[in-house]
């Protein structure tokens, strides 16, 4: 079956500018991560969204970033303002979870340059 | 303070030969362990995973793990490398603080096979 879609693969940006990446998940997936991938911080997790509850935002680096998770299914990740630092290869994850021991499957990322 | 250690930034192997990636861990309680493979531009790929029972684990593309509790470790094993499995491998752990099923990451181990 399909499994968890990114768009877009690659983003290339002025410093400054503000920045959407989308996540779709597995269909039937009710949990949803954001981890981000980059040189010197390895893989850090960002941000959860499970069902109806409240997310889970503590991975967040700064105010700058922020995640919305529409009808349960498709997720967006907005940078605003975007830093240099911020360049990085953004990914999601989707996952079932069962006795809450859950496999998490990923997309493919989105590279995010900032120029 | 949990977090998962993979000592070893790259490993050399000769095609045909036993492969051996290196895992240790650090949580309280019963750890939830999990490898994923990384090929180049793609996003991370679930191996396999240990929650209990058997401490020998076997996953996908004939890998498998062995967890030692008293060791604290999980190491990722083959018994025949292929140079096809060359790519990046990370160790995580299942946070076992608060409510999500975040992953902590290694630094990810590079497998190289030689032909």
């Known amino acids: 079956g399909a499994g968890v879609s990114q768009s877009p693969s690659n983003k290339v940006t002025e410093k400054g500018k503000d920045v959407e990446l989308r996540c779709d998940p597995i269909?039937?997936?009710?949990?949803l991560y954001w981890y981000r991938q980059s040189l010197g911080q390895g893989l850090e997790f960002l941000i959860y969204?499970?069902?109806?509850?409240?997310?889970?935002k503590s991975g967040l680096p700064s105010d700058r970033f922020s995640a919305e998770r529409t009808g349960g299914s498709v997720s967006t990740l907005t940078i605003q303002r975007t830093q240099q630092e911020d360049s990085a290869v953004y990914l999601c994850a989707s996952s079932f979870p069962t006795s809450g021991i859950d496999t998490q499957y990923f997309g493919p990322g989105t590279r995010l340059t900032v120029l | 303070a949990q977090s998962v250690a993979q000592p070893e930034d790259q490993v050399n192997v000769a095609e045909g030969n036993p492969l051996t990636v290196k895992c240790t861990y650090s949580v309280s309680g019963n750890p939830y362990l999990f490898w994923y493979v990384q090929y180049p531009n793609r996003g991370l790929q679930f191996l396999l995973k240990y929650i209990t029972g058997d401490n020998l684990v076997k996953g996908s593309y004939g890998f498998e793990a062995e967890f030692n509790k008293s060791q604290t470790s999980f190491h990722l094993k083959k018994p025949s490398a292929l140079v096809s499995d060359s790519a990046l491998y990370f160790c995580a752990v299942r946070d076992m603080n608060g409510a999500t099923n975040k992953l902590i990451f290694g630094t990810g181990t590079l497998l190289a096979v030689q032909p």
């Open positions: 969204f499970q069902g109806n509850s409240a997310p889970d």
């Open positions: 269909s039937g997936h009710t949990a």
